[in-house]
């Protein structure tokens, strides 16, 4: 039979999830952002601008990557999380970000032995 209650509790949670994978995009596009900030203070000679920018790029990740631990451990390998495309967009600005800060760690460490 049809039920109502149970249909607008899926949707419910739903909505909660998508909040919480929004907040993964969210901060890993911060820590994208202050990555690419520290290399053009870099690019600039500002390496202890650059050095901050960083650090701000490692809090926003380390935030995003608490997130992701959360999902993970909800989901404790039993697919109790409904996977969606946003999910899969999340994680791969997630991935992309980490990649990206320790690209520009080796970045601005040629810039330091440039200058």
Same mark, same amino acid.
Not at 56 to 85: F, N, P, Y
């Given at each position: 039979?049809?039920? !109502?209650?149970?249909?607008?509790?899926?949707?419910? %949670? +739903?909505?909660?999830?998508? *909040?919480?994978?929004?907040?993964?995009? $969210?901060?890993?596009?911060?820590?994208?952002?202050?990555?690419?900030?520290?290399?053009?203070?870099?690019? @600039?000679?500002?390496?202890? #601008?650059? /050095? *901050?920018?960083?650090?701000?790029?490692? $809090?926003?990740? +380390?935030?995003?990557?608490?997130?992701?631990?959360? !999902?993970?451990?909800?989901? %404790?390998?039993? #697919? /109790?999380? /409904?996977?969606?495309?946003?999910?899969? &967009?999340?994680?791969?600005?997630?991935?992309?970000?980490?990649? !990206?800060?320790? @690209?520009? *760690?080796? @970045?601005? *460490? @040629? &810039?330091?032995?440039?200058?």
């Amino acid at each position: 039979m049809f039920n !109502l209650d149970e249909i607008e509790a899926q949707k419910t %949670e +739903s909505n909660d999830l998508e *909040e919480v994978v929004m907040g993964l995009i $969210i901060n890993a596009g911060q820590a994208r952002s202050f990555a690419y900030g520290a290399l053009k203070q870099a690019k @600039l000679g500002d390496f202890p #601008g650059a /050095k *901050e920018m960083m650090e701000r790029s490692r $809090i926003a990740l +380390s935030e995003a990557h608490r997130v992701q631990t959360q !999902l993970i451990e909800s989901d %404790e390998g039993e #697919g /109790k999380i /409904k996977v969606s495309l946003v999910m899969v &967009h999340a994680q791969d600005h997630l991935m992309m970000a980490i990649l !990206l800060r320790e @690209l520009v *760690e080796e @970045l601005i *460490e @040629l &810039h330091q032995k440039i200058q």
